[in-house]
């Protein structure tokens, strides 16, 4: 993403100090059965820094991210994965801009390879239609990028890429198959994430096992780490961690976004079945 806004909180890996070890090769067995229906739904809050110490921490938006699974595209299934960010609250009043970002992503089910992803970015005056297509027969991606806020709307990038690695994992499909993995402390995993047209190998791992609050209470979760590297997705740089429970589900109960003015926090308010 362009710049830090609540979905970027979730959808992207930037830079850590912490060493990951052991890391878990790709033929390794999972330990968990791949969620086929899912929605979850996130209350933001921004936590200012220690420096603002007049400003209390306040709601910054909801984020809901919907797994479906068997979904149509181009002629074949694949799974579809929908992430929704919306700006609310006091943080929302006080920028004086409303943020409705939406990201879709399809992605093959079983190795989580993404095949396309698309971004609806609606933020104040800044109104983008972002499409990538990642081709695995020919290893090329191509990005079509409209600037909507214009009359008539300006393409800003139509471009192919070649020479893309045969599968690169979008941000919410590498967390997906993160979840597939047999948890436990300091295990960890490389990606090859695409985030636009950029390619970055990031890695992501295990600190340890503790007890967060939830929505059902005290509840012992694993938090991960994600380490970019080959530099961060971010501009401004920070650290991403979330927290999944420490059961078979592995659900992401917590996300948190360290960045220059404080952190951002996000924490499961609902989970079901999709409709």
Known sequence: MRK???????????????PAQQEIRPNEATDAAAPVEERLAYKVE???????????KMEAGEVSLELTGNTEYRGKKFSRIVLKAF???????????????????????????????SQKIREGK???????????????????????STAPPTTKKDQTRDNIP???????????????LPLLEKYSRTFLLANDDRIREVRSFVEKQEM?????????????????????LFKEGGQFRIWFSADQKKVPLQFEVKVRLGRIVGKLKSSGQVD
């Open 4 to 18: 830090l806004t609540t979905a970027a909180c979730i959808l992207a890996a930037i830079l850590s100090v912490a």
């Open 212 to 232: 967060i609050d939830s929505m059902t209470g005290k509840t012992a979760a694993w938090r991960v780490t994600t380490t970019a590297l080959m530099g961060g």
């Open 87 to 117: 700006s609310s609250g006091t943080l929302a009043k006080m920028a004086g801009m409303k943020i409705e970002d939406e990201f879709v992503f399809h992605t093959e089910t079983g190795t989580y390879c993404t095949v396309s992803a």
């Open 46 to 56: 921004w936590d200012p820094p220690w420096y603002l110490i007049f400003l209390p």
């Open 166 to 180: 045969e599968c690169v994992h979008d941000p919410l499909s590498a967390i997906y198959m993160f979840r597939q």
């Open 126 to 148: 800044r109104k983008r239609q972002i499409d990538v297509q990642y081709l695995r027969e020919t290893r090329q991606l191509h990005i079509l990028e409209i600037d909507e």
